[in-house]
């Protein structure tokens, strides 16, 4: 986020890991506010089931600006039912061409089981290598920690939790407290 509009704030760990046919997204609760924790217990990753198909989202950055752009999303799907990747780059491109959009402060990870992807305000939509994404203040941590653990034989859930755990460890932006939503490719 840029500094100078948004002084003190830092945002959040979320992770996708994709395995045994399913994908798992974490995120933390913590919310802060420089040096000053506002809130434990924010839910920043949700299910969205526009045309009836569920995709899961989650969030880092400013909470109003990722619900408008959530919302934004729940429309393209509408628009383009069972095709993530063209809902995700046309998101993509209203966000980096629309004078409006073009200042939110969010990053997402997006995913209906089958795709992954990670969309930013800069007209990206990446598919991460490894079955691993994350955004947000913690996401390094909790990327290197996942990618260490997928040389394991765990459970999407499981890598995902024990990588959030070592990212809450390290970051003092991140805490324990996840939400975690799990979802497999639709037949």
């Known amino acids: 986020m840029a ?20 994908v798992v997204v974490a995120g933390d609760g913590q919310v802060s506010l420089g040096q000053t924790v506002i809130k434990g217990s924010a ?34 799907l509408e628009a383009a039912p069972g095709q993530l990747a063209r809902a995700c780059v046309d998101l993509a491109k209203d ?15 997006v995913t209906d089981g089958a795709e992954l992807f990670i969309i930013t305000g800069a007209g990206d939509v990446l598919e991460p290598e490894h079955d691993v994404a994350a955004i947000g203040s913690g996401g390094n941590f909790a990327l290197a920690a996942a990618r260490g653990l997928m040389a394991g034989d ?30 497999r490719p639709a037949v």
């Open 95 to 109: 966000w980096r061409m629309d004078k409006y959009l073009r200042n939110l402060e969010a990053m997402l990870i």
């Open 154 to 183: 765990l459970p999407a859930e499981a890598v995902a939790r024990q990588a959030m755990a070592i990212a809450a460890d390290i970051c003092v932006y991140t805490n324990g407290r996840l939400t975690v939503e799990t979802i």
């Open 3 to 22: 500094e100078d509009k948004f002084p003190g704030w830092h945002g959040t760990t979320i992770l996708a890991v994709r395995r045994g046919g399913e």
């Open 43 to 76: 839910r920043k990753v949700r299910r969205l089931s526009p045309g009836g198909r569920d995709v899961v989202c989650g969030f880092a950055g400013s909470t109003a600006d990722a619900f408008t752009l959530l919302e934004r999303l729940e429309k393209k």
